[in-house]
């Protein structure tokens, strides 16, 4: 099973700051790697698909890089909308694996 | 507008069994390969399991295979989940998600979910 590793576990930030989110794979997952943005009392939804690939709907501010082990979701300027808990999770191999989950709140 | 709506969950018994139901709206249910996703209270996302449309084929976590059995009708645009030998550990909230690219893809999107409460 692909081990992915969320970092850090909470990011405390204020609005307009970026923000900086790491996923580490035990191995190698090219790049099917995705980020979820999930709010409290809600389903996840889809942030970045294949590493880097904004979702419908994402604003611009939100991008993604990385391929292999190491990948990172970054928030250019956080709005008050993007605080939140981000999960990211690989399709590279069964079964499929979500990390941890890095909570952005605010400061 | 796509939507996705569990429905099913309650209060069981441990050993008991639960059938989750997952009606699927505003698109064609057919075409997509469907999973089962829990998150446990305060907790992280666990993907649990996943259905193939086009020949049935099916994956399940470790953690479920062998007690929980996906299933899927087309006709009905509705996904199935049938837990048996439930566990005080198998409390979550539990997501229905498309695969967003047909036979694969990302969860996309997802319902709203629906609690499932494993207690004496």
């Known amino acids: 099973e692909i081990v992915l590793t969320q970092s850090p576990a909470t990011l405390s930030l204020s609005p307009g700051e970026g923000a900086t989110l790491s996923c580490r794979a035990s191995?190698?997952?090219?790049?099917?790697l995705a980020w979820y943005q999930q709010k409290p009392g809600q389903a996840p939804r889809l942030v970045i698909s294949d590493a880097s690939n904004r979702a419908t709907g994402i604003p611009a501010r939100f991008s993604g890089s990385g391929s292999g082990t190491d990948f990172t979701l970054t928030i250019s300027s956080l709005e008050p909308e993007d605080f939140a808990v981000y999960y990211c999770q690989q399709r590279s191999t069964w079964p499929l694996t979500f990390g941890g989950g890095t909570k952005v709140e605010i400061k | 507008d796509v939507q996705l709506v569990e429905s099913g969950g309650g209060l069981v018994q441990p050993g008991g069994s639960m059938r989750l139901s997952c009606a699927a709206s505003g698109f064609r249910f057919s075409n997509y390969a469907m999973n089962w996703v829990r998150q446990s209270p305060g907790k992280g996302l666990e993907w649990l399991s996943y259905?193939?449309?086009?020949?049935?084929?099916?994956f399940y976590a470790d953690s479920v295979r062998g007690r929980f059995t996906i299933s899927r009708d087309n006709a009905k645009d509705s996904l199935y989940l049938q837990m048996t030998s439930l566990r005080v550990e198998d409390t979550a909230v539990y997501y229905c998600a498309r695969a967003n690219q047909g036979e694969s893809g990302w969860f996309d999107p997802w319902g709203l979910g629906t609690l499932v409460t494993v207690s004496p």
């Open positions: 191995q190698s997952v090219s790049r099917y």
């Open positions: 259905i193939r449309s086009s020949d049935n084929a099916i």
